[in-house]
T-cell receptor, first 109, second 113 residues
Framework: QKEVEQNSGPLSVPEGAIASLNCTYS??????FFWYRQYSGKSPELIMS????GDKEDGRFTAQLNKASQYVSLLIRDSQPSDSATYLC?????????FGDGTTLTVKP | EAQVTQNPRYLITVTGKKLTVTCSQN?????MSWYRQDPGLGLRQIYY???????DKGDVPEGYKVSRKEKRNFPLILESPSPNQTSLYFC????????????FGSGTRLTVV
């Protein structure tokens, strides 16, 4: 079993819809959880961080964390074609970070 | 501009020829890290550093060395590169703390022939 698993995708949603990305992790000592966006040929870019159970909202993005279920999710509301990218889930413990393989999202106009 | 700068962007080298990829950040971040990204294997951490003179192994440290003599710099050293180290390498840095994720450099594409 991988330490960090993401829904394999690819995921395709119409413009304006909600995109839902999921991630599970196996290491219970993980302290912080992150979502990165990576456009093709570019470096990963941090879009959300969360470390407490519950929801955290930032603009069109909402991260959800459930430590008991070892589950992290990212919701993107009002999806735009510019959101088309690969989304990477990462878990971190004091600088040591493990990434999932990513979910590729396509938002169709 | 706040950034992580890595050099070179592209490098082709031969097996066994020692090389160094430099990484520098201007954000006064405590943490720095090196990753490699390979198709089908994702992004994997090689080494990370919590502060000056404090480093630790990530998931794939074999064949690599690092040092953190200054807070802003974190070079990656391949003492004897091999073809299986052909990859896309990213340096990243962050503040210490639960809410801080990594800021990534632009990447170094290394080919070992």
């Amino acid at each position: 079993q991988k330490e960090v698993e993401q829904n394999s995708g690819p995921l395709s949603v119409p413009e304006g819809a909600i995109a839902s990305l999921n991630c599970t992790y196996s290491d219970r000592v993980s302290q912080s959880f992150f979502w990165y966006r990576q456009y093709s040929g570019k470096s990963p870019e941090l879009i959300m961080s969360i470390y407490s159970n519950g929801d955290k909202e930032d603009g069109r993005f909402t991260a959800q964390l459930n430590k008991a279920s070892q589950y992290v999710s990212l919701l993107i509301r009002d999806s735009q074609p510019s959101d088309s990218a690969t989304y990477l889930c990462a878990v971190d413990h004091a600088g040591k970070s493990t990434f999932g393989d990513g979910t590729t999202l396509t938002v169709k106009p | 501009e706040a950034q992580v700068t890595q050099n070179p962007r592209y490098l082709i080298t031969v097996t066994g020829k020692k090389l160094t990829v430099t990484c520098s950040q201007n954000m006064n971040h405590e943490y720095m890290s090196w990753y490699r990204q390979d198709p089908g294997l994702g992004l994997r951490q090689i080494y990370y550093s919590m502060n000056v003179e404090v480093t630790d192994k990530g998931d794939v440290p074999e064949g690599y060395k690092v040092s953190r003599k200054e807070k802003r710099n974190f070079p990656l050293i391949l003492e004897s590169p091999s073809p299986n180290q052909t990859s896309l390498y990213f340096c990243a840095s962050s503040f210490q703390g639960l809410d801080y994720g990594y800021t990534f450099g632009s990447g170094t594409r290394l080919t070992v022939v």
